[in-house]
């Protein structure tokens, strides 16, 4: 039995790249957080579903349909969802089966934390820290000049809220936003069972919103003929390139089924709720813009719609001014409910980091009585509420998508992980060092033994081969022979299994990165294009032809949900998600760079110093329960 040292024990090895790769177990019977409170489990289905459809279907529905009609897809507008809906399915599936196999805080982190790696986790779990910070600032901000139509214009609200100038400073701060902020704050540290209820009832009421605008501008449209329809230039004037540019446009309407994930702890019944929460989600957000892009570019020609106020214009131009009041009070509910879903993952990943060690464990406090981690619900509530006051966040949007889009890319390669190469060691704390030693002493010797029957096996085999020659007899191989050479089969299948892993992603980056760069020379773009396509073809032909490992079947908690398709779809998944990256612009990368680069430098001067695996024991996954159950001081 081999029994390593963690990552970081000390020395040069700490500094070195053993610490970014070291990983966690799931947690399990014998882990469960140690020194930390539990989070309640009060959350079911029907809470799963007020979460994922009030985080995902916020004010873009309101806003974005008329952008991209005009601009991409014209009437095509529903097939720019519908493909869009198909490539966040992709990412979907990845993440349902993770969560059900993994239900702990933390998301995308704690998966990619199993899977790959200390490093690559503390990456993502930064980026998704600033995703929600930056996107719940959008989303206050957005507020305000919506609720301020109720009060009879754009700057009519009550002057304690309405936005205010500051000439010194040059900055224009939003007391209405920050506010806002501090009361789903406050909400959010009740209790998530109290929270995700009056979650439900704002998503309820935009949902009803919505289906309003369904079922009225549907009769509208009977009535006056679909105009929208009716035009010379077609369904699809932009041709497919448009319908695609839409789709890539309003893929980011859908990635809100990330803040159900980031729940998976407080669930009753993580392994049949998580996948049911994500899926069902997705797909009536799904079915609800496709309904409501069928509608609104039926009742006005595409080129006539105000992008800025889509629906409402379309309805007014009806003369159906009464109307605009009941979209507004969706745009505004829609608005307070994507608030909640941005500020509810954040303390959950920053608990699941202070848990690990990565973080100050002042972040993974839970109180007693409300079960909830208030610590870094207040202290997120705060910063987002200041950077609402004083920032308009709207040029930093672009950070938000990086951020998504690398926790579903990371998800992805952990599917394929889990399925070729699982870890096939565990972590266990130093405190269980005398049952570690005692156990590989008791299976040193049972290999000492076996070694020497196998040796005698494979002499007295060599002697009845030469016996048997030359009388026809079948020679005979030694049962545990077979097994050592099993045992070699698979762990040079998984090495050849990881060699591929590897040459897709990095055909993927090569091919997304030249199809890209449209001002490369033409034949370095397209050799580097086609060496990608290569590295990309072959690997995901191996990984087709070569059999998944049976660790897989073990791997975490059983009998949850399983991601079909691999490794096809979660390579696709990977593919789309790293092209759509690649093509956010240089201005969001340079801003993203700059917040990794503080990232980095918080990880080597804090959390690998103090993460709980740097004297972690690594032993063999299948010696862990004989650890355990030899060990005085079981964790149960």
Not at 10 to 34: A, C, W, Y
Not at 194 to 217: K, P, Y
Not at 452 to 462: F, R
Request: aromatic share 8%.
């Amino acid at each position: 039995m081999v029994v390593e040292k963690g990552g970081g024990g000390g020395g040069n090895n700490n500094v070195g790249f053993r610490s970014l790769i070291r990983r966690k177990q799931v947690d399990s019977v014998h882990v469960k957080s140690e020194g930390h409170q539990q989070l309640a489990r009060e959350l079911s289905v029907l809470q799963l579903l007020a979460i994922g459809v009030g985080s995902t279907i916020g004010a873009g529905v309101y806003v974005l349909v008329g952008t991209v009609a005009r601009e991409h897809s014209g009437p095509a507008l529903t097939l720019s969802f519908l493909i869009a809906g198909i490539a966040a399915a992709l990412s979907a599936f990845c993440y349902a089966e993770l969560a059900s196999r993994c239900p702990s805080a933390g998301s995308a982190y704690h998966y990619s934390y199993i899977c790959v790696g200390e490093g690559v986790a503390w990456l993502i779990g930064w980026s998704l820290i600033l995703e929600y910070t930056i996107g719940g600032s959008a989303v206050a901000r957005g507020i305000s000049p919506n609720l301020a139509l109720f009060f009879g214009g754009q700057d009519s609200l009550p002057i304690f809220l309405a936005r205010v100038y500051i000439p010194g400073l040059n900055v224009v701060v939003d007391p209405c936003a920050a506010i806002l902020v501090l009361v789903v704050t406050g909400l959010l540290c009740v209790g998530i069972k109290e929270s995700s209820f009056v979650q439900g009832v704002v998503t309820f009421a935009n949902v009803c919103v919505m289906l309003f605008v369904i079922v009225v501008g549907g009769y509208l449209g009977y009535k006056t003929g679909w105009a929208g329809y009716e035009l010379p230039s077609g369904y699809a004037p932009f041709g497919v390139n448009g319908v695609l540019a839409g789709s890539a446009t309003v893929f980011f309407a859908y990635i809100g089924f990330d803040s159900v994930a980031s729940t998976a702890e407080e669930v009753k019944n993580p392994q049949r709720d998580l996948p049911l929460g994500i899926g069902l989600a997705l797909s009536i957000c799904c079915g609800l813009y496709m309904l409501v892009s069928i509608v609104i570019v039926g009742l006005v020609p595409y080129f006539a719609m105000d992008p800025d106020t889509p629906i409402s214009s379309a309805f007014a131009s009806h003369g159906m001014q009464w109307a605009v009041y009941i979209i507004t009070a969706g745009a505004v509910t829609a608005l307070c409910s994507t608030l909640m879903g941005s500020i509810l993952p954040q303390p959950r990943i920053l608990m699941a980091m202070a848990r690990d060690g990565l973080l100050p464990q002042f972040f993974s406090d839970v109180n007693k009585r409300t079960q909830v981690p208030v610590n870094s619900t207040i202290l997120t509530g705060i910063g987002s509420a200041l950077l609402a006051f004083f920032m308009d966040v709207s040029q930093l949007a672009g950070m938000v998508s990086v951020g998504t889009l690398l926790a579903f890319t990371v998800v992805a390669i952990s599917i394929l992980i889990l399925r070729y190469v699982p870890p096939d060691e565990m972590p266990l704390p130093s405190s269980l060092q005398e049952s570690i030693d005692s156990v590989s002493s008791r299976r040193n010797n049972i290999q000492e033994i076996n070694g020497e029957n196998i040796k005698d096996l494979v002499g007295a085999s060599k002697e009845s081969n030469q016996l048997s020659q030359g009388k026809g007899d079948t020679p005979f191989v030694p049962l545990l022979v077979k097994e050592v050479d099993q045992e070699k089969l698979n762990e040079e299948r998984r090495r050849i299994a990881a060699w591929n892993i590897t040459s897709v992603c990095i055909g993927i980056l090569l091919l997304t990165s030249s199809a890209s760069a449209e001002n490369l020379p033409s034949v370095l773009r397209f050799s580097v294009c086609g060496l990608g396509g290569v590295l990309l073809l072959c690997g995901l032909i191996a990984l087709s032809w070569i059999d998944q490992d049976d660790a897989r079947h073990s791997f975490g908690h059983t009998g949850g949900f399983t991601c079909p398709f691999v490794p096809l779809l979660p390579v696709a998944c990977i593919l789309i998600n790293v092209y759509l990256m690649i093509n956010l612009g240089a201005g969001t990368w340079i801003r993203v760079s700059v917040w990794m680069v503080v990232g980095v430098l918080v990880y080597l001067f804090y959390g690998r110093r103090h993460s709980l695996l740097l004297d972690a024991v690594y032993v063999p996954t299948a010696h862990a329960d004989e650890i355990y159950r030899n060990s005085a001081e079981h964790l149960a």
